[in-house]
């Protein structure tokens, strides 16, 4: 099975600040990378898909890159409706998984 | 409009069963792939399993820790998925969810229903 692995776990930080999350992959996995955002009691949400492609309707503060085993999701400017969970999810192969999120609270 | 809608969750005692199902609307079912995504109370996100649509074919996949005691299935007359349960564990208690899994990603998803495995 494919581990994906994000960091950090959780941090803080201020309406303002770029953010950025990582996410590693066991094993190569091209671009088949997804990132997820998950407010408390709601479905997750996707993001970017393809480890860089900003889904339709998603602000273009979020954007992802990588390839390969490393992989970041990046916020230009936080907004106060980015305080969340992040997951990241490869899709290279089944078992399809996820890492282990990133919560993102207010400072 | 395009939604998932998940029904059938509650509480089951171990070694129960239970069968999700999964309304889907606004999108042709029956070319969908469609997996299932639970999360554990306080916890991060597990992938249960996939079927894949008629026309693509191939077997299901199933996360190792449901393999022999989950089965997925689909009814495209009805556009609906299922998720039938068997000897469920207390480690089993998840909100689950399911998803349009689309193009290697998960574009859609249900509000989730909530299933408590509990003497």
């Known amino acids: 099975d494919i581990q994906m692995t994000q960091s950090p776990s959780s941090l803080s930080a201020s309406v303002g600040d770029r953010l950025t999350i990582t996410c590693r992959a066991s094993?190569?996995?091209?671009?088949?990378l997804n990132w997820y955002q998950q407010k408390p009691g709601k479905a997750p949400k996707l993001l970017i898909y393809?480890?860089?492609s900003l889904r339709s309707g998603v602000p273009s503060r979020f954007s992802g890159s990588g390839s390969g085993t490393d992989f970041t999701l990046t916020v230009s400017t936080l907004q106060p409706e980015d305080f969340a969970t992040y997951y990241c999810?490869?899709?290279?192969?089944?078992?399809?998984?996820f890492g282990g999120g990133t919560k993102v609270e207010i400072k | 409009e395009v939604q998932l809608v998940e029904s059938g969750g509650g509480l089951v005692k171990p070694g129960g069963s239970l069968r999700l199902s999964c309304a889907a609307s606004?999108?042709?079912?029956?070319?969908?792939?469609m997996s299932w995504v639970r999360q554990a109370p306080g916890k991060g996100l597990e992938w249960v399993g996939r079927?894949?649509?008629?026309?693509?074919?191939?077997?299901?996949d199933y996360a190792t820790p449901v393999k022999g005691r989950f089965t997925i299935s689909r009814d495209d007359s009805k556009n609906t998925l299922y998720l039938q349960m068997n000897s469920l564990k207390t480690e089993d208690t998840a909100v689950y969810y399911c998803?349009?899994?689309?193009?290697?990603?998960?574009?859609?998803w249900g509000q989730g229903t909530l299933v408590t495995v509990s003497s």
């Open positions: 998803t349009w899994d689309g193009m290697n990603w998960f574009a859609l």
């Open positions: 606004g999108f042709t079912f029956s070319d969908a792939w």
């Open positions: 079927i894949k649509s008629k026309a693509s074919g191939g077997p299901i």
């Open positions: 094993q190569s996995i091209s671009t088949y």
């Open positions: 393809s480890a860089s």
């Open positions: 999810q490869q899709s290279y192969s089944p078992p399809l998984t």
